[in-house]
């Protein structure tokens, strides 16, 4: 019998030349309204209102809501939930795992149109553009809701849902991965402004290697002595445009400084087939994109992209991996 193998895909060059090399001139590069808001991101953002539903409903049902706040807007009923019961729930929605005390029972969410914004042809071609027909969609990748500073749980602070300090992308993996490409797509679902919290880069930063890094509770971060600060740049968003950023650009996001809005934004992660990711605890979760060589290597199955992550968690609630390479101790952190 034949073997089913895929069509080829069809591809749409993204890029201009100019903005190829300005990507690689400047190591960041804003690719405006890449992708349809509706038709594109509306059906993650309904996957997360379900997810949000049911732990209202579970809250409610432990008395630590007074009501579920049913019908309202997602981000409305996000802020509510966690303002009333004082909690958050970054790893309900995030599609990866921490990276310390992960339990068979720790929540991540692997719904089909996460899986689907991470296959998206659209998205694919414009990887493409940068780092060729090969595409592995890299397992180090988040859903962040960044909260208002009244909805944050601050005695279990977490990266997911407030600021993130200066860091390198290169340094926040394990060196098997300092040789690789690694792209990082920066995608926010909703406007991602100054004022609740967009992502701010330093020019040309990806040039001078890797910086040292410092362990802190939201996440590793660059001491601010050695970033320079003021050539820093803010880049406001609107859903559906991304940002593209090269893995060693210096970049962190901004406070959001709202009362009542959440800065909703997915990063991703692609590199060519065949390199080390910079996190092999994870690396089974990560899966082809796109092949032209090997067209029936793609991964099209959303449901075999969650068992595989559901593999990964059981094995390391077993396990007790190594997630960095920088310590407290440096002399860089003092
Ligand atoms: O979304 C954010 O606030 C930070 C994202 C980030 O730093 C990253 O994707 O590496």
Redesign the pocket.
């Known amino acids: 019998m034949a073997s089913r193998v895929s069509p080829p895909e069809r591809r749409f060059k993204v890029l201009t030349p100019a903005q190829k090399d300005q990507f690689h001139e400047e190591g960041y590069l804003l690719v405006e309204d890449l992708l349809d808001p509706v038709r594109d991101l509306q059906p993650v953002l309904d996957e997360y209102a379900e997810i949000l539903d049911g732990i209202a409903a579970d809250l409610h049902r432990k008395g630590l809501l007074r009501s579920t706040h049913a019908g309202l807007p997602l981000v409305e009923r996000l802020i509510a939930v966690c303002s009333e019961s004082g909690r958050n729930f970054p790893q309900h929605f995030d599609f990866s795992l921490p990276q310390k005390d992960i339990r068979h029972d720790t929540p991540i969410h692997l719904g089909p149109a996460v899986f689907h914004t991470l296959a998206n042809a659209r998205l694919l071609d414009l990887v493409e553009d940068l780092i060729g027909p090969e595409i592995f969609s890299n397992p180090v990748q988040?859903i962040?809701f960044?909260l208002p500073e009244r909805a944050i749980d601050k005695s279990s602070p977490s990266?997911l849902v407030s600021?993130?300090p200066w860091?390198q992308?290169n340094g926040?993996v394990m060196p098997e991965a300092d040789e690789a490409t690694i792209l990082?797509v920066?995608l926010p679902l909703n406007p991602a402004t100054v004022r609740n919290?967009c992502?701010q880069v330093v020019p040309r930063s990806h040039r001078q290697g890797i910086t040292d890094h410092c362990p802190t509770s939201v996440g590793l971060m660059i001491p601010d002595r050695l970033v320079p600060l003021d050539r820093a740049v803010a880049v406001p968003m609107r859903p559906g445009s991304a940002l593209l950023?090269d893995q060693r650009t210096m970049?962190?996001?901004l406070d959001n400084l709202t009362d009542d809005e959440i800065?909703i934004?997915m990063?991703l992660r692609y590199q060519p087939v065949g390199q080390p990711s910079g996190r092999p605890a994870f690396a089974p979760a990560g899966f082809v994109a796109r092949s032209a060589a090997r067209p029936e290597s793609v991964l099209r199955d959303p449901a075999v992209w969650a068992a595989r992550w559901l593999e990964v968690r059981e094995r390391l609630a077993e396990d007790n991996p190594v997630f960095n390479r920088w310590s407290a101790d440096a002399t860089a952190c003092a």
């Open positions: 988040h962040r960044k990266g600021r993130i860091h992308d926040v990082t920066w919290g992502l950023m970049h962190s996001s800065r934004s990063d």
